[in-house]
């Protein structure tokens, strides 16, 4: 039986869709198509999905808004997990509780709406609240570790709560892409007021105007103790480089733009960069975005 009649037959009422393209589900708008996506309703319906998959030995990844990963071309034999119909979202105090399928402008509309600041940081930033945290994504100054209380995920069959520190936040990195899927965050605001709000949103709009335009996976490489990788890779004479379909921008040398291009051009385009900068600088960069499968 193939999964989408396996899981179907197991799961009556969950939302499944078949053939679930890459291409339309992420913002590099590159790579092929995966067996199934399923979109659990609930943290418990999520639990049980896992572990009716983990018991048949079929492959899974996650996927938020798609905003920082790279599909591979061809077909995934597995299925992809959404979190799209886990968006509730409540105030708390000077807390939202955010359901990991709950997008950053849904996120800060809410915190504006309830007059708290600091989470506008995130503002511009393509996201669900769950690949955010597992991202830790962020600028240069802030970052989600910086505002988050708690995250909820599932972690060997059983939901759990994790404390900050026990997301083992770092530069782009959390526990939660050790294949613990985040079902919902808990995230801190200050009280303010709708114009600081309003300041604090167009701090970090105007920041974002330079951004190259188009379909990409924003930074590819996380940039080194040495500095800004698109400094690095600009310096190294890349920027304009192209290989099929993709090609470096020229206004930000860490972003790969795909003008239709398959995900093999993007991904030899950025082991050409990678290996150009090595060889020119001894720097060897290392991945922000992440493949899938
Ligand atoms: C134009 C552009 C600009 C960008 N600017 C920034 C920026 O300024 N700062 C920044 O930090 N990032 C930036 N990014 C990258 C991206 O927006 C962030 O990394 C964002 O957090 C990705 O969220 P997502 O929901 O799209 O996650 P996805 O890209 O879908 O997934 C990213 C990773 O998280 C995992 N994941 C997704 N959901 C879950 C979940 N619920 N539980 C566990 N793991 C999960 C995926 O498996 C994958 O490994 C930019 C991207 C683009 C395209």
Redesign the pocket.
């Known amino acids: 039986m193939d999964i989408y009649s396996l899981v179907g037959e197991r799961f009556p009422a969950l939302c499944i869709e078949k053939n679930f393209s890459f291409a339309r589900h992420t ?1 590099i708008g590159c790579g092929g198509v995966a067996e199934v996506c399923l979109y659990p309703g609930s943290a418990m319906e999520l639990c049980d999905v896992l572990g009716f998959l983990d018991e048949r030995n079929i492959a899974v ?9 790279l599909p591979a071309d061809g077909r995934f034999c597995g299925a992809v997990i959404r ?1 799209s119909r886990m968006n509730a979202i409540r105030a708390e105090g000077d807390t939202i509780v955010a359901g ?1 399928g709950v997008t950053g402008g849904t996120l800060l509309r809410a915190a504006a709406s309830c007059e708290l600041a600091g989470l506008h940081f995130l503002t511009g ?4 609240v ?6 830790n ?3 240069a100054d802030r970052h989600i570790s910086d505002v988050l209380l708690w995250a909820e ?1 599932v972690e060997n069959g059983k939901i759990r709560r994790f404390s900050r520190s026990e997301c083992l936040f770092a530069e ?1 990195a959390s526990i ?2 050790k294949k ?3 079902t919902r965050a808990c995230f801190a605001g200050e009280p303010s007021s709708a114009q600081r709000i309003a300041e604090e949103r167009a701090r970090y709009c105007a920041r974002r105007s330079r ?1 190259p335009k188009g379909r ?4 590819v490489f996380v940039n080194p103790p040495e500095g800004s990788a698109g400094a690095i890779i600009d310096a190294c004479g890349l920027k304009g480089m192209r290989l099929g379909g993709a090609r470096v921008s020229e206004l930000h040398a860490n972003f790969i733009l795909c003008e239709g291009a398959t995900a093999s051009d993007v991904a030899r385009l950025i082991a050409f960069v990678r290996g150009e900068v090595y060889q020119k600088t001894g720097i060897l960069l290392r991945e922000e975005i ?1 493949r ?1 499968p």
């Open positions: 913002t990844c996650f996927l938020g808004a798609g905003a920082n990963v979190f990991a930033i393509p996201m669900t769950g690949g955010a945290v597992a991202m994504a962020g600028v995920g782009k939660f892409q613990i899927p985040v951004l990409s996976m924003g930074c992440k899938i």
